[in-house]
């Protein structure tokens, strides 16, 4: 099962693309960025965020899509530009009727180390050891992306 | 010059359509508003907005968006939501590359009143009193989705 991991933004938009053979037969597939200059509208940011993410799926064909809820607590104009951009994200995963599964950083935390309470590096040090990385992937969106396509592969196959 | 304002929202977007011949001869063409069910998960809620707006655009054709700039200080969840729906709004008119207007609520009282502590009601009366209407359209987002148009025909005329 091809699995995409999408950590949401306006700036930077994280993909991590994996096939999910099983539980234990996880294999990433490849890990960019979407990324638009601040310089530009939002309105053009969010057009290019749209094209960019259609041509990669409809290259890559998906059948699940993981993308992290947001928790804002201080930034709300960050937290209003990110849930904008989150829209035409969930609208690319949507149009092609690509399920979207949506978690909160609990549980992906949770879900990948069994800890709640584990730090970023920890989810990362995990997500290296079940794809067989030889380092933690650069920048920290895709590696965040490929953690939530991890995610991903861990609770389909608890559900099946 | 064809305008529509939108008042942008997850559950409700007004949309308010004018035919602004010049600052002093601004008609209304329509008034409505796009609704979506509460209990259908978020993706299929901005898709729906997003199909919708893209007919209505395809279909009246406006030469200028204007859209009101969101600010929220209490209810961060309210602002993430409102603005999901926001950036797939914005899309539907980028992608049919249709100028944005985005103001703030203060640049709204202010550009339709002459004051920016006006209330609401007293933005509504003005915009009633320069479409020549016989009352306050209802309901509110569509009323606030003709103001925003106004302004846009105001603002248009003063540029010119």
Redesign the interface.
Same mark, same amino acid.
């Given at each position: 099962m091809i699995i995409l991991g999408i950590d949401p933004g306006l700036a930077i938009v994280g993909l991590g693309l994996i096939d999910a053979k099983n539980r234990t037969d996880v294999e990433v597939i490849e890990w960019l960025t979407i990324e638009t200059a601040a310089r530009l509208?939002? #309105? *053009?940011r969010?057009?290019e965020i749209?094209k960019d993410l259609g041509a990669f799926l409809d290259e890559t064909k998906p059948e699940l899509v993981v993308i992290e809820k947001?928790f804002?607590?201080t930034n709300?104009r960050t937290?209003?530009?990110v849930?904008?951009?989150?829209?035409?994200i969930?609208?690319a995963? #949507? *149009?092609r009727g690509i399920p979207?599964l949506e978690i909160t950083p609990l549980q992906l935390k949770s879900g990948i180390t069994g800890d709640g309470s584990a730090d970023k590096k920890q989810v990362q040090s995990m997500v290296v050891q079940i794809l067989k990385l030889k380092q933690i992937p650069k920048p920290d969106d895709a590696a965040d992306a490929l953690a939530l396509a991890v995610y991903g592969a861990l609770t389909n196959e608890r559900e099946r």
């Open positions: 509208p939002v #309105s *053009e969010i057009l749209h947001l804002f607590e709300v937290a209003m530009d849930s904008q951009a989150r829209g035409v969930m609208l995963a #949507s *149009e979207i």
